[in-house]
T-cell receptor, first 118, second 109 residues
Framework: GAVVSQHPSWVICKSGTSVKIECRSL??????MFWYRQFPKQSLMLMAT?????????EQGVEKDKFLINHASLTLSTLTVTSAHPEDSSFYIC??????????????FGPGTRLTVT | GIQVEQSPPDLILQEGANSTLRCNFS?????LQWFHQNPWGQLINLFY???GTKQNGRLSATTVATERYSLLYISSSQTTDSGVYFC???????????FGTGTQLKVEL
């Protein structure tokens, strides 16, 4: 159980175009989804938190107009990188969280999307 | 915010060896998780362990919340254990994970 998928797994796009990444919780309903970014040989950095049906909360330094997040249902969140530039090239990972039977908020992670902007 | 630091940053083991990875955190936590990131980038949940001790096969973890550290034990290491191990914590009743710096593990034959 607790499987999270991401699509696409990798994408190459040209500078100035937009890219949409989907994150789905396959076997549970995720009250909260998170988006992270990871540069090579570095740790994960939280970009934003999204709750179903409400606006995402962005971490300091993350441009909300550049990284558009939509959490339309309890199983789907999308991240759109608008007007992508080479510096946006990175590994983007989503996670999904739900309150477990223990009252915990354990997060489960998708396989990630590798974005390359040329 | 909470600071999470891991040691050692890099570790090379011979297959069959045991190891201990450490995670220090700067504040009291309400969630602490250990993950293994495989070479393809997938994070695999190892333990949810804000306190106490848990074991799962060759892996075990202990969190001493009062002293603000957690340990991950790997016994009889295998080449498939290679990858990066992260601990991550939440604090203050929130649900945002702060990730540690990671330990890069390589297990050699």
């Amino acid at each position: 159980g607790a499987v999270v998928s991401q699509h696409p797994s990798w994408v190459i796009c040209k500078s100035g175009t937009s890219v949409k990444i989907e994150c789905r919780s396959l076997d549970f309903q995720a009250t909260t989804m998170f988006w992270y970014r990871q540069f090579p040989k570095q740790s994960l950095m939280l970009m934003a938190t999204s709750n179903e049906g409400s606006k995402a909360t962005y971490e300091q330094g993350v441009e909300k107009d550049k990284f558009l997040i939509n959490h339309a249902s309890l199983t789907l969140s999308t991240l759109t990188v608008t007007s992508a530039h080479p510096e946006d090239s990175s590994f983007y990972i989503c996670s999904a969280s739900t309150s477990g039977s223990r009252g915990t908020w354990e997060q489960y992670f998708g396989p990630g999307t590798r974005l390359t902007v040329t | 915010g909470i600071q999470v630091e891991q040691s050692p940053p890099d570790l090379i083991l011979q297959e069959g060896a045991n190891s201990t990875l450490r995670c220090n955190f700067s504040d009291s936590v309400n969630n602490l998780q250990w993950f293994h990131q495989n070479p393809w980038g997938q994070l695999i949940n190892l333990f949810y362990i804000p306190s106490g001790t848990k074991q799962n096969g060759r892996l075990s973890a202990t969190t001493v919340a009062t002293e603000r550290y957690s340990l991950l034990y790997i016994s009889s290491s295998q080449t498939t254990d290679s990858g990066v191990y992260f601990c991550a914590a939440t604090t203050g009743g929130g649900n945002k994970l702060t990730f540690g710096t990671g330990t890069q593990l390589k297990v050699e034959l």
